[in-house]
């Protein structure tokens, strides 16, 4: 899948500090916090997720793999929710 590059203008600021919080905590990028955000508003399907993570983790990414992902979002979801 082709990555495509945004600039994003105007970020409130309680909304870059939720992200950079996120990221800070979570130990990855703000650009993949950013990603996992839209693509969670988005409700890509588990191939799209695939594909967008193939560039990243490389292709063949199994079920378990997805689930464990999908699970670890939703727990740092919760937790940064709880710290707001």
Do not use: C
């Amino acid at each position: 899948m082709k990555a495509i590059q945004y600039t994003i203008r105007s970020v409130p600021e309680p909304v870059d500090r939720y992200l950079r919080k996120r990221a800070r905590q979570s130990g990855k990028s703000l650009n993949q916090i950013i990603i996992e955000e839209l693509s969670g508003k988005a409700a890509l399907p588990t191939t799209a997720v695939q594909d967008a993570l193939a560039w990243f983790i490389g292709s063949g990414i199994d079920d378990a793999t997805l689930q464990a992902l999908d699970e670890d979002d939703k727990a740092q979801k919760d937790l940064v929710a709880k710290e707001l």
